[in-house]
Nanobody, 126 residues
Framework: QVQLAESGGGLVQVGGSLRLSCIAS????????MGWFRQASGKEREFVGA????????YNVPSVKGRFTISRDNPKNAVYLQMNSLKPEDTAVYYC???????????????????WGQGTQVTVSS
């Protein structure tokens, strides 16, 4: 069993930056691939990016490439989402999720993840 808790969201102006953190409780954090998703009001949850169990490989959707960076610190049971050059369309609730799966082609699937955090709101104002 893993519990995830996101933090770091808030209100930021266009072009600004935020760093989201996700802290996991429980055992064997390094056994999980970690993903970041977001859900804007009235829209479906969408994949933002993921990081492999070791942290050596990351995946991002085209809309955030070059702006968002995912990293993890396994000894600290933490995964991070550094968001730069934020745009109004980045406004959403951001969720971290943990998956026991290892297939990168599935990292974008909501149902590939076993555990979810409660989410943190990010609002980008223009």
């Amino acid at each position: 069993q893993v519990q995830l808790a996101e933090s770091g969201g808030g209100l930021v102006q266009v072009g600004g930056s935020l760093r989201l953190s996700c802290i996991a409780s429980g055992r064997s954090f390094s056994s999980y691939a970690m993903g970041w998703f977001r859900q804007a009001s009235g829209k479906e949850r969408e994949f933002v990016g993921a990081i492999s169990r070791s942290g050596t490989t990351t995946y991002n959707v085209p809309s955030v490439k070059g702006r968002f960076t995912i990293s993890r610190d396994n000894p600290k049971n933490a995964v991070y989402l550094q968001m730069n050059s934020l745009k109004p369309e980045d406004t959403a609730v951001y969720y971290c999720a943990a998956s026991v799966g290892v297939l990168p082609q599935n990292f974008g699937l909501v149902n590939y993840y076993n555990y979810w955090g409660q989410g943190t709101q990010v609002t980008v104002s223009s």
